[in-house]
């Protein structure tokens, strides 16, 4: 049977495999890039710089089942409970039932259970799970394990952000322009553009690498879900609906493309405000800022007062501005004198470029800003104000 190219704005959420005829997208698997993982304790640093480390990694474990629950094992006892996430970077852990063998003495078998209730956000970095207490209490770092229980051999896409374009095929049309932005916080946002006809849809949510790293897995909006085979740093290809490859002769790779793109971007269609948005920092030259969750340096330049403010990572902003034009400066930007352990590395570079922008430019709702020579600096994306 002929495959037909459906053309309907109701099926956009199921992206590329419906329109083209390859079935109906699968419901997500999980609710979160945790589940259906599992992760062995590298370390736990407490928010003065002190350091324990396992004395066997492998009697430290927690696995993430895709239906909430969750088992773990500490020290010699084994233990399960449940696990939600409701956003990116939250995470809250139910009641955690233990056996109560008599373990040899360790300080990490007494302390992660008194450290259960009050972990509550999470960052995936580098192949790595962070688990971070509340009020900055401290962080248990974890490693990835495979379907065995070894170490896992986990891919990572480098270089994020990243932009990634290609032509699909699709057989009633000559082809259809696809266009996926990644995240370093796990979001993306696509855009499909049908060439010939005046028609373009876009989605969002979450993406994760799934397989030991090998699957890139797009999960959108309305329950839709797409997968891609990571070839390489710069090459994706699509899958079928079953997450198999699909045997044929025609291009169905994705290629790494600049980013920001060229194109609009593709989270939104029409720019934001430079003015009274809220701007979370997402670059700095050319490099991704990967900021713990509720530690994402931002800023907001106020209309009236021609004041900006925000936060650097470790420390609340203040300043003022000037803005004619496409000229944009800022005047005496400075921060409160806090010193924290996380979040001041970020905080110092940033400071150092706000007083060299000379210029900017706002590509649907992301904002780059650039110095006297023209090269960009830094680049933020908009985000909803608070």
């Not at 090459?235 to 493309?257: C, F, M, W």
Request: charged share 25%; net charge positive; aromatic share 8%.
């Amino acid at each position: 049977m002929k495959r037909a190219c459906i053309f309907l704005r109701s099926l956009a959420p199921f992206l590329v495999l419906v329109a083209c005829g390859y079935g109906q997208s699968r419901p997500p698997k999980v609710t979160s890039d945790l589940g259906g993982t599992s992760w062995r304790l590298v370390r736990f640093q407490d928010r003065d710089g002190a350091t324990l480390t396992p004395g066997e990694p492998a009697n430290y474990t927690v696995a993430f089942e895709a239906d909430g629950r969750i088992t773990v094992r500490i020290a010699c006892n084994r233990g399960n409970g449940t696990w939600k996430s409701v956003r990116a970077g939250q995470l809250e852990f139910g009641p955690l039932a233990l056996t109560r063998a008599m373990c040899p003495p360790a300080p990490l078998k007494d302390r992660i259970p008194r450290d259960w209730p009050n972990l509550r956000s999470y960052t995936l970095k580098n192949g790595h799970l962070l688990l971070s207490l509340m009020s900055e209490g401290g962080t248990y770092e974890f490693e990835r394990l495979n379907r065995e229980g070894r170490r896992a051999n986990v891919s990572t896409l480098p270089g994020l952000p990243a932009t990634f374009m290609g032509t699909l095929p699709c057989a009633d049309f000559p082809g259809i322009r696809y266009q996926v932005d990644l995240f370093p916080d796990h979001r993306f946002v696509s855009r499909m553009t049908y060439e010939d006809r005046n028609a373009r849809f876009d989605d969002r949510g979450r993406w994760q690498l799934a397989r030991d790293g090998k699957i890139l897995v797009l999960h959108g909006g309305g329950g839709a879900q797409q997968e891609f085979a990571v070839q390489n740093g710069d090459t994706l290809r699509q899958l079928d609906s079953g997450g198999h490859e699909i045997v044929s002769k025609l291009n169905y790779d994705l290629k790494r493309a600049p980013f920001p793109p060229t194109e609009t971007g593709s989270e939104e269609t029409v720019n934001a405000s430079l003015e009274n948005t809220d701007w979370k920092l997402i670059l700095l030259g050319d490099s991704a800022v990967n900021a713990a969750p509720r530690r994402e340096p931002h800023f907001v330049l106020n209309s009236t007062t021609k004041k900006v403010s925000g936060f650097g990572g470790c420390n609340q902003l203040s300043g003022s501005y000037t803005l004619d034009g496409d000229h944009l400066s800022f005047r005496q930007v400075a921060g409160t004198m806090m010193a924290c352990l996380e979040g001041m590395d970020i905080e110092k570079a940033f400071l150092q470029v706000l007083p060299q922008v000379n210029s900017w430019k706002i590509n649907g709702q992301r904002l780059d800003l650039f110095d006297t020579s023209g090269r960009r600096i830094a680049g933020f994306e908009a985000r909803n104000m608070k």
